[in-house]
Structure formats: structure tokens, C-alpha cells
């Protein structure tokens, strides 16, 4: 991956340093963007993906030309718990540095999730004339997905976390000036380390003279992610063991109750775009 990361890179910049010699496009894309995982037991609902873009496409021949450019995209999407009371456990260790198995269960958990960032995309174009002032146009190539921020905004009507030590066969259930307990009306926000990928990308579409110089770009994606955004070095509580409070819990989120999840965003919908020759 990192080859191909270097590779997209790298070509972009040398693309855009020969700018004047290429036909310039701004546009959006919008439609549904799904952060996709293999956490188990997990749900996502609610997707929704957009990106602002602006970019060159180089001419080689009459019909084949290179592209790239940057874009700053968007993906929402809500997700919760497939059993709305279930259990799940980990491990922590309390001030004492005792060892002990954190156990939480929650009510109606849901997660908002909110992922920003910024992709390169370097791309093949194939265009050919179908009619008079219009144009079909093919885009196949590869895009540098690097997340700026990947927040989350996590609630739940109640949340109860409990402790079992193993070593001494305790089970503390209700100590809320330790951590233990619970409460009603959870609401708190977190968010994900994250780490760059690489994402295929697809577009099919046409292009419609406005004008001598101009042009009106309409057209299909579809975005597909490989390798997982998530950057963590060890399993977590969905919401966080606090030491000194049941009400000040943190929300870690769904998605790191599993270091190893393979967490990639995956996209397709519709893109407009204004082409100035």
C-alpha cells in the first residue's frame, strides 16, 4: 500500500505543477457513504456521503487523458447495537493497578458518527463524442484517503458498568465512587485514530457543452476503500471505565472494542462538475 500511496502522490503533484496545459473541473459528489466494519454484533443506518472537488484532466490523445486533483469529503452514518441490551466486556485496571473484567451494558446505545476528510485521486479518463456538444465520458483510477477527523456523539438511556475480579472472585456491581454503577441519560463524545488508505474509484458519466470554453459534467461514482482507517493499539470499552465517576464516562466508540477491525469507507451516488477548456 504504501507503494501505491507514493505512486498517487507523487504523479498528482507533478500533474498539477503542469496545470496550464490541462483542462481545469470543479464539482460535487453526493449519494451514500458507508464507513463499513467487521465489528460484530454492530448495525449502521442513516449513511450519508458528499465531497467538494476541484482537479485537472490532462489530454494524451483525442480520447485518453490523466486526471487528478483534491477533494474534501464528508460520510455520516448512525450506528448501534444489534441487541439493545447487550453486554459486552473488557479488560482494565483500576489505581491500584489491579487487573480487573469491565462489563457494560447499555439501553437504546446509539452513535453518531461524523468522518472528514481529504482524498487524492489519480484517474484515467476515456471520452469520446456521441453527439453534437456531447460527450461520454469513463473515469477509472485510484484516490489517497487520509481522514482528518472521525468524530462520534454517542447516547443511551442507561449504561451500567460492572467489575469482576478474577484473582480474588469479587464482583462489585454498585460503587459509583469507583467507577461502578449506573445511570441513566448517558450522552457523551469521542473520537477515532485514524490512518491514511488507498480507495479504487469508478465514474461514468457525460459531458454537455455550455459554451465554447465551458462544459456541464454529470455522471455515476462508486468509491471502494482497502485497508482499514482505524489506528488503535488495544481494545476499549465502547464507553470508557472512569476510576472516580459513573457519570463522567468517555465514549470510546463501537468500533474500538476491536484493535484489528477493519473499519474502510465505500461511496456511490451521483457527481456534477463544471469543466473550463
Given at each position: 500500500m504504501k507503494f501505491n500511496i507514493k505512486n498517487i502522490i507523487g504523479t498528482s503533484v507533478f500533474l498539477i505543477s503542469q496545470g496550464m496545459a490541462a483542462q481545469f473541473y470543479v464539482g460535487v459528489q453526493t449519494g451514500i457513504g458507508n464507513i463499513q466494519s467487521d465489528v460484530k454484533g454492530t448495525i449502521a443506518g442513516n449513511r450519508l456521503g458528499g465531497a467538494l472537488k476541484a482537479g485537472y484532466v490532462y489530454s494524451l490523445t483525442n480520447h485518453i487523458g490523466i486526471g487528478t486533483g483534491v477533494e474534501f469529503s464528508q460520510y455520516k452514518q448512525e450506528v448501534s447495537l444489534n441487541n439493545s441490551s447487550?453486554?459486552?466486556?473488557?479488560?482494565?485496571?483500576?489505581?491500584s493497578s489491579s487487573a480487573f473484567v469491565y462489563n457494560v451494558t447499555t439501553s437504546n446505545y446509539n452513535e453518531k458518527q461524523t468522518l472528514h476528510a481529504i482524498q487524492i485521486p489519480l484517474f484515467l479518463q476515456y471520452k469520446t463524442n456521441i453527439n453534437k456538444g456531447i460527450d461520454f465520458n469513463f473515469r477509472a483510477g485510484a484516490k489517497?484517503?487520509?481522514?482528518?477527523?472521525?468524530?462520534?456523539?454517542?447516547?443511551?438511556?442507561?449504561?451500567?458498568?460492572?467489575?469482576?475480579?478474577?484473582?480474588?472472585?469479587l464482583n462489585i456491581n454498585d460503587l459509583p465512587e469507583y467507577g461502578f454503577g449506573g445511570h441513566d441519560n448517558y450522552s457523551a463524545s469521542g473520537e477515532y485514530q485514524t490512518k491514511g488508505t488507498v480507495m479504487s474509484m469508478f465514474e461514468l458519466g457525460f459531458t454537455f457543452d455550455m459554451g465554447v470554453k465551458n462544459a456541464l459534467y454529470a455522471a455515476m461514482f462508486l468509491e471502494n476503500g482497502y485497508g482499514s482507517i482505524l489506528d488503535q493499539g488495544k481494545d476499549e470499552s465502547y464507553i470508557g471505565y472512569n476510576p472516580t465517576s459513573i457519570v463522567d464516562r468517555k465514549a470510546n466508540g463501537l468500533y474500538s472494542t476491536d484493535k484489528n477491525a477493519k473499519i474502510r469507507p465505500v461511496a456511490f451516488g451521483i457527481a456534477f462538475g463544471w469543466n473550463f477548456k
Open positions: 447487550e453486554t459486552l466486556t473488557n479488560y482494565e485496571v483500576d489505581p489517497y484517503f487520509l481522514p482528518v477527523n472521525y468524530k462520534i456523539k454517542a447516547t443511551a438511556n442507561y449504561v451500567n458498568g460492572t467489575a469482576y475480579y478474577p484473582d480474588v472472585n
